[in-house]
């Protein structure tokens, strides 16, 4: 149960899948000086980029231009570790490791301001950013009134809270904790009508755009789809026995899912089948460096042609479905 106000496919079995190695189609960079956190927006035109030297700013990364500054506070440079969009993109969160802002993304204002004892690892909110949800180090997530700054209700966890989405209408929630364990969750009556537990940490959870589907996966090991409209397990090993998860993403009609690996490997997985229609590994370095990428974020843009990968570099690479 949420505990109140507090103060302050199968059908892949074992099968290994090994990334095409077609590079991006594009890689556009996004701002300098050490990135820490890319947030892609729903409709893939916009990113929030949070970086060491530049602090936290939203993009339209076709354009490469900045288009605001999102200053926490009074410190110019906030270095932010987690964001995230509405899925109606008007409003958006960013978290450094102790502070969660809550903004209108088509004013720059600040609509509300939390500050945390323990460290935020991920955030979610709702159209019009009615509830915030965000996974903390505190063996807890917040659910929060995103229009009244007000004290958090606590969903406790046994472990850190790790992975967290909230659907549109605010009604339902995804919690995934370091100790294995997801739950999903009624928001409106407080209580979890899924719970499952995986042998390795949740790294990523994800709600269909319409809430009918829920993927959750581990670092390590399979991950699995429930359909949330018909009360079933859909696939309950998605990908290999030694796979696992960073990010993941449906498309906006909920029939393709998006996933990256910490191993680079970006996968495209046709739902209804459990099947994987693409896949991709990702470039060692777009640089001379040699240091490996990682993923910060997947998405699609708008028609669902293309596949976007934002990258530690603070790029935003591109490949086309087909």
């Not at 496919?9 to 556009?28: I, N, Q, R, T, Y």
């Not at 319409?210 to 309950?236: E, K, N």
């Not at 498309?251 to 229609?277: F, P, Y």
Request: glycine fraction near 12%.
């Amino acid at each position: 149960m949420l505990r109140g106000a507090l103060a302050g496919v199968g059908a892949l079995g074992g099968l290994a899948l090994s990334g095409c190695a077609e590079p991006p189609a594009e890689a556009v960079a996004l701002g300098y000086g050490g990135v820490l956190s890319m947030r892609l927006s729903p409709d893939g035109e916009q990113a929030l980029v949070g970086s060491v030297q530049q602090g936290a700013g939203l993009w339209n990364w076709r354009t490469q231009q900045r288009l605001a500054n999102l200053s926490h506070a009074e410190q110019e440079r906030a270095q932010v570790f987690a964001s995230a969009f509405a899925p109606d993109g008007t409003r958006g969160v960013t978290a450094e490791r102790h502070n969660l802002v809550h903004w209108d993304l088509t004013t720059g204002r600040v609509l509300g301001h939390w500050s945390a004892q323990a460290s935020v690892r991920s955030v979610a909110l709702s159209n019009q950013g009615r509830r915030i949800l965000a996974g903390l180090n505190s063996r807890e997530a917040w659910l929060l009134d995103g229009l009244n700054v007000r004290l958090p209700v606590i969903i406790p966890h046994a472990e850190a809270v790790r992975a967290v989405d909230i659907s549109a209408d605010a009604a339902l929630g995804a919690t995934g904790a370091d100790d294995g364990l997801l739950r999903a969750w009624d928001l409106e009556r407080g209580a979890a009508f899924i719970t499952w537990k995986f042998e390795a940490p949740v790294t990523t959870v994800a709600l269909s755009p319409d809430r009918r589907l829920l993927f959750a996966g581990p670092a390590h090991g399979q991950g699995r789809i429930w359909d949330l409209a018909q009360g079933t397990v859909l696939h309950p090993s998605l990908g290999g026995v030694r796979g696992g998860f960073s990010q993941a993403r449906f498309s906006a009609d909920g029939a393709l899912l998006l996933t990256a690996a910490a191993n680079g490997q970006i996968t495209l997985w046709t739902v209804a089948s459990g099947q994987v229609w693409q896949s991709w590994q990702l470039p060692r370095s777009l640089t001379d460096r040699t240091e490996r990428l990682g993923v910060l974020d997947i998405g699609f843009d708008a028609q669902t042609r293309l596949a976007l990968v934002a990258v530690t570099s603070g790029q935003v690479l591109v490949w086309r479905l087909g």
